[in-house]
C-alpha cells in the first residue's frame, strides 16, 4: 500500500515538473500538424496525460472511507416541524 502511494506521488510530482515546460520557452520549433504551435501542442498533450493521471488517482487514491454513507434515520430532526 505505501508503495502505491509513494509511486502516485511521485508521478504528481513529474508532471508538476513537465507543466513547466522550460524547454519551449525561446525556441522556435515548426508548426505541429503545419499550424499549432509547439507550446500549444505541448499542454493539450500535457492536458490529456494530466486527465488519465487523475483518473488513476481517483481509482487508486480515493478515500473509500467517504463513501460510507449512513442512510437517515425517520425520526424528525430538532429543527425540522413535525406534520
Same mark, same amino acid.
Given at each position: ?29 515548426? =508548426? +505541429?500538424?503545419?499550424?499549432? &504551435?509547439?507550446? /500549444? ?5 500535457? $492536458? ?8 488513476? =488517482? +481517483?481509482?487508486?487514491?480515493? &478515500?473509500?472511507? /467517504? ?5 437517515? $434515520? ?10
Amino acid at each position: 500500500m505505501k508503495l502505491k502511494a509513494f509511486l502516485l506521488t511521485l508521478l504528481v510530482l513529474v508532471f508538476y515538473i513537465l507543466h513547466q515546460d522550460f524547454w519551449n520557452w525561446k525556441q522556435t520549433h515548426p =508548426l +505541429v500538424l503545419g499550424f499549432l &504551435p509547439i507550446g /500549444l501542442a505541448y499542454h493539450a498533450g500535457y $492536458s490529456i496525460a494530466a486527465a488519465f493521471l487523475m483518473a488513476l =488517482l +481517483v481509482k487508486f487514491a480515493w &478515500p473509500k472511507h /467517504l463513501e460510507d454513507v449512513q442512510p437517515e $434515520s425517520d425520526k424528525p430532526r430538532d429543527d425540522e416541524p413535525e406534520h
